[in-house]
């Protein structure tokens, strides 16, 4: 099983839309989780962070995260053309030396 | 203007080569990373370093080799040992490496074996 899974996509959604992504992991006692986005030959970018159970909101994004059932997930409301990318999860547990497992990436494209 | 810079930003190797690949902060981080992407896969850690003169294996370090001889800087050296080096490497940072640390990307090289 892999450490951290993402359903790679790619996922279509219209302009002004809600993108749900989903993302679980492995290890019981992870603690932190991220989001990054990834542009075409660019480099991740930190989207959200988020610690504890519950919902973090960010502008049009937001984070949910839920410990219990070893599952985090992104949604972005009213999504825009720009928001096509692929989104990295990316989980650091204190049982993997605080080292980050990424997930594959789940590629989503807004169609204008 | 503070950020994570790495060169160069395409290199190409020929086989049997070795090829170092830098990487530097000026973000006063104590932590930095080298990930190594290819398609469709997500980012595999080949070393970090949580501190200068020290420096640990990730999961995929075979054929790559490190040094943390200052606080900013931390190269990495492609070896003529890894059989298959082409692909995007990346390197991150963050404040002290701890369960809670942001990761901050450079970048990023993207080394071709000719």
């Known amino acids: 099983q892999k450490e951290v899974e993402q359903n790679s996509g790619p996922l279509s959604v219209p302009e002004g839309a809600i993108a749900s992504l989903n993302c679980t992991y492995s290890?019981?006692?992870?603690?932190?989780f991220f989001w990054y986005r990834q542009y075409s030959g660019k480099s991740p970018e930190l989207i959200m962070s988020?610690?504890?159970?519950g919902d973090k909101e960010d502008g049009r994004f937001t984070a949910q995260l839920n410990k219990a059932s070893q599952y985090v997930s992104l949604l972005i409301r009213d999504s825009q053309p720009s928001d096509s990318a692929t989104y990295l999860c990316a989980v650091n547990s204190r049982s993997n030396d605080y080292k980050l497992s990424f997930g594959a990436g789940t590629t989503v494209t807004v169609r204008a | 203007d503070g950020g994570i810079t790495q060169s160069p930003k395409y290199l190409f190797r020929k086989e049997g080569q070795n090829v170092t690949l830098s990487c530097e902060q000026n973000l006063n981080h104590d932590a930095m990373y080298w990930y190594r992407q290819d398609p469709g896969q997500g980012l595999r850690l080949i070393y970090y370093?949580?501190?200068?003169?020290?420096?640990q294996k990730g999961d995929i370090a075979e054929g790559y080799s490190v040094s943390r001889e200052k606080k900013e800087s931390f190269p990495l050296t492609v070896t003529s040992a890894q059989k298959n080096p082409t692909a995007f490497y990346l390197c991150?940072?963050?404040?002290?490496?701890?369960?809670?640390?942001?990761?901050?990307f450079g970048p990023g090289t993207r080394l071709t074996v000719l």
């Open positions: 991150a940072s963050s404040i002290e490496g701890g369960s809670t640390d942001t990761q901050y």
């Open positions: 370093s949580q501190i200068v003169n020290d420096f």
């Open positions: 988020i610690y504890s159970n």
């Open positions: 290890d019981r006692v992870s603690q932190s």
